[in-house]
């Protein structure tokens, strides 16, 4: 498949382990934030998201944490499988705003 | 599969042509967005449609344009092309644009490679 090929922060895990990406945002006004995740070859794919009133939220087997004062969200996966490989964008959408602002990413690389 | 379709799925051009790639939103979306996704730039959104009109505009050079069809479908026209377009172009759709908490579902996305 085809890979974006970027320069990106790179986190490898072996598989079992608990993974944790994180990314900083910018825009304080931000109210709205989501992780997606990439494969290569595939589209972003929506994993889970936050709003602004919130400081902590869990999905299956990812949990989202934000913390408004440093303006830092975290991606926790739980129990990483070598699936979980791909790279992971924060978002961020402003109050008001449908258009999201994407971070860089980070490549997630799992070890069997 | 989420929905989205995109094609081509490749292209192949020369500096100084122009190009149309095209999107067919999931069933039921209003909203169709594109980005560009390059090396050095990751996900640049370039531009929203919902229910056919412009709905916002993001980092779209003029040489670019899009529209959104009645039958909800979109096209990105891409022209005078330079070697730094070669990207992966996404459009992603989602149900209401006008609703900040969305969901975006993102097509398979077309290689665009400029010689």
Known sequence: ????????PTLSVQEGDN????CAYSNSASDYFIWYKQESGK???FIIDIRSNMDKRQGQRVTVLLNKTVKHLSLQIAATQPGDSAVYFCAENAGGSYIPTFGRGTSLIVHP | DSGVTQTPKHLITATGQRVTLRCS????DLSVYWYQQSLDQGLQFLIQYYNGEERAKGNILERFSAQQFPDLHSELNLSSLELGDSALYFCASSVDGR?????QYFGPGTRLTVT
């Open chain 1, 19 to 22: 993974s944790i990406i994180n």
């Open chain 2, 99 to 103: 609703d900040p908490i969305y969901e």
């Open chain 2, 25 to 28: 939103p999931r069933s039921g």
């Open chain 1, 43 to 45: 589209g972003p794919q």
């Open chain 1, 1 to 8: 498949g085809e890979s974006v090929g970027l320069h990106l």
